[in-house]
């Protein structure tokens, strides 16, 4: 997923925040509220951690995509987007890893 596609993605879900919830899966989700779309995070979560213990590579790719939709969906809510994440991992660059942990106590 490049760069672009994630930008798009942002877009797209940013433009459901206001679509009907019976047809549109992103719309029901911002319907229900934050606490929904941060459970559907933590269930693609526990299905992405299930497919990597079984080393189920397609498996994994299948539940890690939707992982990242429903992390998308919640950035949106909060009024985030990809490109938050993007430079925030771009700061990383080149910093230890220990390093960038122990600045944020």
């Known amino acids: 997923m490049s760069a672009d ?21 992103v719309g029901s989700l911002y319907a229900k509220g934050l606490d929904k779309i941060l459970e559907k995070v ?38 985030l987007s990809s490109d938050d994440i993007l430079n925030e991992l771009a700061r990383r660059f080149g910093v230890s890893g220990h390093d960038e942990k122990a600045s944020r106590k």
Do not use: P, Q
């Open 5 to 25: 596609t994630l930008k798009e993605l942002t877009r797209i879900l940013e433009s459901r925040k206001g679509a009907d919830a019976e047809s549109s899966y």
């Open 42 to 79: 933590g269930e693609e979560s526990v299905e992405t951690i299930i497919a990597a213990k079984n080393g189920d590579k397609e498996k994994i790719v299948y539940e890690t995509a939707d992982l990242w939709f429903h992390s998308m969906v919640m950035l949106a809510e909060l009024g």
